[in-house]
């Protein structure tokens, strides 16, 4: 964000004999000046271009002063930069570095204000332009598809094997959206959005209300990225995880019927607990003597008295530790030649673990943000945090990758990284952008833009 030129001074405890003066007259400073690279990201990836694509304009071009792909990069890059707020950008406009970003022809024109970004967030899926709030509209199966073409042209090649994680969470509510009910195993009104991630990479997020089952629509969800993703890479091998909110019969059955394996949380129960008597009691044993937790891993076959069509392969985790018995379960479809139970259950099941880190970074990125009246619009907000986290994941990804931040969250790299004060002098000829000279990070920066400024531009 830039400061503006004031004359209203500011006395600071003197330093030795010094007196100190500060006053806001520095000129066009911007505090985001690493947003250069995500930037030249973009230049290498087309990701926002792409998502601009996704809404048609109804508007008079007689008349209009912002592009939809300007307005588009102005909302994603914000929530990057870490501006959640459409009332950030009544300043964020002034800012000649986001004009770069945003590739305004003229940096020191004005960007777009908060009424009229609020315009283009009340768009609806329609394809009606008549009404006040639909003069542009969003195509969200197309935002759909490109979350999915994103990954899929991210690899060389086609992978032998790839694992589609699936997760709920709650998105909370503080005032009367449409689509809000109390949910009560979080004790609160909220959304339930439905994330489907392939490790970093996010295919799928769905807002869903909160007064449905878990799994609800994830079926229909893996139908659309998993036909995606053949049409692609025939050959590959799907197999999808989640935990025991998605073990339904439903979507067991699917994956049988179209060849997808499934490594899926089996909630407990008396039926189950007593299948695995001998394990537990040899897993006391072994606490018993040793004084640490101990687990036996054991599987057999079972089936539901009435919601299941078939009977399938259980693996429990037979555990005894200081509090007592910690017994688990996990159903697939994976057989035990290549996958026996305890690497089945130890590094293949409990490795989803890793999405919460990539739903919590979903929430870095302000997917929460679900203020609006309507659950059409909220929706749209969500797709703008999960471009937004698209754009930093290939950061990392193309950037990152081999330095100190290879693993790093969002906030890391926004701190690190995109957080740089910068002095901004604009030329007819060029942008002239001063880093701060002080910034510890800067070999590091030197090594990503180098990287970045290998790779192919995407034309």
Request: charged residues 25%.
């Amino acid at each position: 964000m830039t400061t503006e030129c004031s004359q209203i001074g500011f006395e600071f405890h003197s330093l030795k004999n010094r007196a100190i003066r500060a006053q806001f007259d520095g000129g066009a400073i911007t505090s985001d000046g690493g947003g250069l690279l995500l930037r030249e990201v973009e230049k290498r990836t087309g990701i926002l271009r792409r998502f601009a694509t996704c809404f048609t304009d109804y508007r008079n071009p007689d008349l209009i002063e912002h592009r939809v792909e300007e307005l588009v990069a102005q909302r994603v890059y914000g929530l990057a930069l870490g501006y959640e707020d459409l009332n950030d950008h009544d300043e964020l406009r002034k800012d000649p570095l986001l004009a770069v970003l945003v590739e305004k022809s003229d940096p020191s024109e004005t960007l777009a204000g908060k009424s009229t970004l609020n315009r283009l967030e009340l768009t609806r899926a329609t394809a009606s332009a008549k009404e006040r709030y639909k003069k542009i509209v969003l195509d969200h199966a197309a935002v759909d598809g490109m979350l999915v073409d994103v990954f899929l042209q991210a690899h060389l090649q086609a992978p032998q094997q790839i694992i589609l994680d699936l997760d709920a969470t709650d998105d909370p509510l503080y005032g009367k959206q449409e689509g809000r009910f109390f949910h009560g195993y979080y004790g609160h009104y909220c959304y339930l959005p439905l994330y489907i991630f392939c490790g970093e990479f996010l295919l799928g997020a769905r807002l869903r209300p909160s007064n449905i089952d878990g799994a609800a629509g994830s079926v229909q969800e893996l139908k659309r990225i998993v036909q995606q993703i053949r049409s692609a890479w025939p050959e590959v091998h799907i197999v999808v995880r989640g935990d025991s909110g998605f073990c339904r019969e439903e979507l067991m059955a699917w994956c049988e019927a179209e060849a997808v394996d499934y490594l899926l949380g089996l909630a407990k129960n008396e039926r189950l607990k007593a299948e695995i008597q001998e394990p537990m009691k040899e897993a006391e044993a072994l606490y018993r003597q040793s004084g640490r937790a101990a687990r036996i891993f054991h599987e057999f076959v079972y089936q539901t008295r009435e919601s299941w069509s078939r009977a399938r392969r259980v693996v429990a985790k037979a555990e005894y530790l200081e509090k007592g018995e910690n017994p688990r379960f996990i159903v697939t479809s994976l057989s035990r030649e290549p996958w026996p139970a305890q690497p089945l259950y130890e590094q293949h099941y409990c490795a989803r673990g890793d999405m919460e880190n990539r739903i919590k970074e979903q929430l870095m990125l302000f997917s929460d943000r679900t203020s609006t009246a309507y659950l059409c619009s909220n929706q749209l907000r969500l797709y703008f945090s999960s471009v937004a986290y698209v754009l930093l994941q290939m950061l990392r990804r193309l950037g990152l990758e081999g330095t100190e931040l290879a693993k790093a969250q969002c906030t890391t790299i926004r701190l690190k990284l995109l957080k740089i004060g910068a002095l901004i002098r604009i030329t007819v000829r060029k942008v002239w952008v001063a880093l701060a000279g002080g910034y510890p990070y800067a070999e590091l920066f030197r090594q990503i833009h180098a990287k970045l400024s290998a790779l192919p531009l995407k034309h």
